[in-house]
């Protein structure tokens, strides 16, 4: 398993643990950018496992790997309109490899 350099979390910060469902490559302004969907275990037998996106710009693996990250939490506001016309916030949350 990949491990997370062992140092105090800064604000914004955490550690993402699970294994790497699907790898996505591509360039962001000239740089080679990776996307890769990490499935975490679920909370008990009931749940459903979450899934969640990190952003990187190194390989953290291939399908099936299991990974522990440390990710900046960032994220962006935005809104859209609805059926009905009104206009609906939100925001879209980032996770993005410290490296």
């Given at each position: 398993m990949s491990e997370a350099p062992k140092q105090p979390l800064k604000a914004n910060q955490t550690v993402i643990v699970g294994r790497i469902d699907?790898?996505?490559?591509f360039e962001v302004s000239g740089k080679n950018t990776f996307e890769t969907r990490v499935i975490q275990a679920?909370?008990?037998?009931?749940?459903?496992?979450?899934?969640?996106?990190?952003?990187?710009?190194?390989?953290?693996g291939g399908s099936g790997d299991l990974v522990q990250v440390l990710v900046s939490v960032a994220g962006f506001r935005d809104s859209y309109k609805d059926k009905q016309?009104?206009?609906?916030?939100?925001?879209?949350?980032?996770?993005?490899?410290?490296?």
């Open positions: 699907n790898v996505r490559n679920a909370a008990d037998e009931y749940s459903s496992p979450s899934a969640v996106a990190l952003m990187s710009h190194h390989r953290l016309g009104g206009t609906v916030q939100t925001a879209r949350n980032t996770l993005r490899v410290v490296e």
